[in-house]
Every structure is written in structure tokens, then in C-alpha cells.
RNA sequence: CGGAGUGUAGCGCAGAGGUAGCGCGCAUCGUUCGGGACGAUGAGGUCAUGGGUUCGACUCCCAUCACUCCGACCA
């Protein structure tokens, strides 16, 4: 893609907040702050996003199905739950007199989605012969946090991946839950952040008694704190941790990107969906939901990987792959060896940012290519002659190469 | 929701009871062109909102709202 296309433009006095991922991203110009906790995602932000959410529906196709479920949602949905009270919730009406006089209905911005999903598969799965199964939504989720902070690491609006899963039994359920974690153990890794997240032991709140799992990535920017219990091998949330733990083990600073969760049979209760099992006895099903807040694991990446220089995307998420900038003149040549660089990368399918502006430094250029943390930078100047210069961005090591290698190594 | 701070040009900021400032960015022209180039010229403002004090308020006082940070909270 053109650098034109791009059509946000990257800003070194923006200001600067506590935490690197709200600096970073808004320099880069990736995300735009709407309001507090709630933020545009720009063209190369919304590439980011996309990308990290499709590694997530990638694993999530092989253990479950897709839907969209609505964002907003009638109020007895949640008061049949009994959860009005959670003081999380948004509410939203009709703005004015006259659409009120319409409508005066007023609805919940869906925080999470076990009072949609449940009332929805009661109507056409209701068999042993249909359990178990599972449905997941990528979507954008709404919260009433009383103090949003830390750009993408707490939002009042983000984008989360949820999943739900129906059994007829617990032990069923348990088989399955303990597949997701083996499966959100990848794909962690397949987003970069694989070796810093670990799975933490969590309370269960109103729905089980048994411990539920976080997926928590070490970050000094994260709002959570877990220990590490050397007896049980195990990670425990400070929520669970004993007294004992607290004393005389480390404070690990995290943040949650991804937990899973029992839910038993308080949804499916709440709702009356039974299912008829083979003697006919009719059962309440069992569920659980398993959730990856995508648009925090983007701000996560950032918090862990940069520099002063910018961004250090992982390949796996990077907006392209390569940063490809000709140095300004007024040298065709140059310009023309540079298209064909972008040409054959194109042909090749390598996903390539072109920096042809003219009129614009070749040291902009730079700032640019490392603020905003492609893997690779690809440079093309009176200087390089007939080669490519080739840098990685993690890496100082600059290398000249002939512009058919080009390929070889950035796919490598 | 308690505490602290901040609201002035698109962005980042300074300033001050009596004509509104700087840097970046933007526009035009020229020179540049490998780590955010330079000169010249120019456009751009309801100084957050509402009240009050005053001859006069963007400046002082009060309230409200918004944003940032700390704390509490966080299925």
C-alpha cells in the first residue's frame, strides 16, 4: 500500500501519557482518544486490531462457530439474570422528547453476552444429541469503569473476543475448558506474547467455587498483581492468594488479557434451558465462557515491545511486513528502481507500506519507519545504487542487498 | 466516588485585570533532501461552559463539564 492511503499522519509532539501504549500509539498515529476510555482505531491501528483478532478467530474456528451477536440488548435480559445491579452497565434511550414518546424503551450496552447467548440456542438446542457446542463473537464490548486508564489496557469501550460453550454434564464441560486453555496457550504465542503470559488462578465470583483461570502477561503498565506459589506450582490472582502467599512471595505485576471461566448452571437456570437427556429427564445445561480482550492485547504488545525509537510490532501482528522508503531527490531513477522494489514485493504478496511522499526528508522517513515498527525496513536512495538497503527493526545491523534477495529475506 | 492537576489556534504549550503568544503542523514560493531541513510570506482564536466581582474579565471568585494521574472499584 501506498503511504497515501495511510491517511493519518504521525505526530512527535503528541503528548505524553503514564503509559507507553497511549503515547506510542497516538504518536504513531494508530488510535485517536474520542473520549476517556474510548478510542478510533486509524487506518494502520485498525490493521493491528484486525490482525490480532484473526489469529484469535483462526483457533477459534477449530473449537467453535461464529455469530454477532447485538451490541445493544433489552434491560429483562438482565433482570431475569438478576445482574441490573452490576454498576458497570450502560444504559441508552431514545435522546430526545419526541423519540422517547415513540420509544420508551431504554436498552443495555452488553457488556458480555451469556444473556443473549443462553435465551438464543434454548430455542433450537435442546437435546443431549445437540450438546456439547460452542459459539464465539469478536465484537466491541461496553463497561462503565468508573476511571478508564492506560490507553488500550482499560477502556469503557473495546473489542473482546467471547466464547460460550453448552454441556450435559460438568465432567463434559471440564474436557472442553481444559482444551481452551491449551488452545489460548497458542494463541498467545501466535501474538508474540506467549513467553510473558502465564495462567493464573482466579475466584469465581458468584458463578463456581472452583478457581477459574487468567491469562495474565507480565507488564509494569498492568493493573493486576499474581504470585507465584512454589507448593502447588501455581500462579494465584490477588484476589485468591492466601495471606501466607502474599507475605512471602513476589508481587508480578500483569495485565489480564484472556480468561476462561465456569459458569455452571446459573445462565441456564436463570433462562429454563433444559435439555432432555436419554432417558427424558430434563437437565439444566452447563456452561462456561472463555473471553481475550483483543484490543488490550494490543496495547499489551505495545507496552512490552518498543523503544525509544517507537514501536517493535511482532511479524504476526505488524500492520505489513516491511517499510519500504525511497530517499527524496530528484534522481527518476531512483524513484523508478523503488517502484519496482514495490512492485515485486506486491506480486509477491509481502505486505509492504511505500513510503513515496515526496517533499518529505528521508530522516522523517525514519523516524517514521521505526515509530511506527514494521518488521522490516526496506530502503532505496542514490546511495544504495542498484541494491536495497535491508534493516530489521529489532536489530542495528544494515545490510545492501540486490533487490531479488529482497524476497528471500524478508520472508524468511 | 475521594484526592491532586490541567482546560488558550488542528497538535504540543507559554502568558496575563486594559491590542492574544511561541513551537509544530497547514498554504504559497525558493533552496534543500540518509535520522523529524532552512528562509520568506500567509491563513488560523467565543482563551472549556454558566454565573458573579469590576468602568473593563481570557486573567480574580463560585459552580458545572471534560481530560490526566493517585486511591477505591473492576462479571
Redesign the pocket.
Known amino acids: 500500500m501506498r503511504i497515501d492511503q495511510i491517511i493519518t ?11 507507553i501504549n ?1 503515547t506510542l500509539l497516538q ?2 498515529g494508530f488510535i485517536d ?1 474520542t ?4 478510542y478510533s482505531y486509524l487506518p494502520l491501528g485498525l490493521r493491528v486490531l484486525t490482525r490480532i483478532e484473526n489469529i484469535i478467530r483462526e483457533e477459534m474456528d477449530k473449537v467453535g462457530s461464529e455469530i454477532l451477536m447485538p451490541a445493544m440488548v433489552p434491560r429483562e435480559l438482565w433482570e431475569k439474570t438478576d ?1 441490573m445491579e ?3 452497565l450502560f444504559e441508552v434511550r431514545g435522546a430526545n422528547d419526541k423519540s422517547r414518546k415513540k420509544n420508551k424503551a431504554s436498552y443495555i450496552l452488553s ?2 453476552h451469556e444473556e443473549v447467548i443462553t435465551p438464543l440456542f434454548m430455542k433450537q438446542r435442546m437435546s443431549y444429541k445437540d450438546l456439547p457446542f460452542a459459539a464465539y463473537q469478536i465484537q466491541t ?1 461496553f ?1 462503565n ?7 488500550l489496557l ?1 477502556g469503557r469501550e473495546f473489542r ?1 473476543k ?1 466464547l460460550y460453550s453448552f454441556h450435559a454434564s460438568d465432567e463434559d464441560r471440564r474436557e472442553y475448558y481444559d482444551r481452551i486453555k491449551d488452545v489460548y496457550v497458542k494463541i498467545f504465542d501466535r501474538l508474540g506474547i506467549g513467553e510473558d503470559t502465564i495462567v493464573a488462578l482466579a ?5 463456581t467455587d472452583e478457581f ?1 483461570h487468567e491469562f495474565d502477561t507480565r507488564c509494569e503498565s498492568g ?2 498483581i499474581v504470585y507465584w506459589d512454589e507448593r502447588e506450582q501455581a500462579y494465584y490472582n490477588a ?1 485468591v492468594a492466601s495471606d501466607e502467599l502474599k507475605d512471602g512471595s513476589e508481587e508480578i505485576k500483569v495485565s489480564e488479557v484472556g ?1 476462561i ?1 465456569p459458569l455452571g448452571t446459573k445462565f441456564s437456570e436463570a433462562f429454563g434451558y433444559m435439555f432432555t437427556d436419554q432417558s427424558g429427564e430434563r437437565k439444566p445445561v452447563h456452561m462456561a ?1 472463555y ?1 481475550i ?1 483483543s484490543s488490550r492485547v494490543m496495547g499489551v504488545i505495545v507496552e512490552k515491545f518498543n523503544d525509544d ?2 514501536i517493535i510490532w511482532p511479524k504476526s501482528v505488524a500492520p505489513f511486513q516491511v517499510y519500504l522508503a525511497v ?4 534522481n527518476k531513477a531512483v524513484i523508478e528502481r523503488a517502484d519496482k522494489i514495490y512492485e515485486d514485493l506486491l506480486g509477491a504478496g509481502i505486505e509492504v507500506l511505500y513510503d513515496d511522499r ?14 511506527t515498527g514494521m518488521p522490516w ?1 526496506a ?6 545504487g542498484s541494491k536495497v ?1 535491508i ?1 530489521a527493526r529489532t536489530s542495528e545491523e ?1 545490510r545492501l542487498i540486490k533487490g531479488s534477495d529482497l524476497l528471500k529475506v524478508v520472508k524468511a
Do not use: Y
Not at 473520549?35 to 474510548?38: C, D, F, I, R, Y
Not at 530517499?327 to 530528484?330: H, T
Not at 515526496?358 to 515509530?371: F, P
Open positions: 499522519r504521525t505526530n512527535k509532539e503528541a503528548k505524553e501519557f503514564d503509559t497511549a504518536k504513531a482518544q473520549m476517556a476510555g474510548v445482574r452490576t454498576d458497570i457488556p458480555t464490548k463497561r469503569e468508573e476511571r478508564p486508564k492506560s490507553g482499560r473482546m467471547d475466584g469465581g465470583g458468584d458463578f477459574t493493573e493486576d484476589e480468561n471461566f465462557s473471553g480482550g525509537g517507537g530517499m527524496p531527490g530528484d515526496a517533499g518529505v526528508s528521508g530522516g522523517m522517513k525514519l523516524k517514521d519507519a521505526d515509530l525496513r530502503v532505496v536512495s542514490e546511495k544504495t538497503e534493516k544494515i
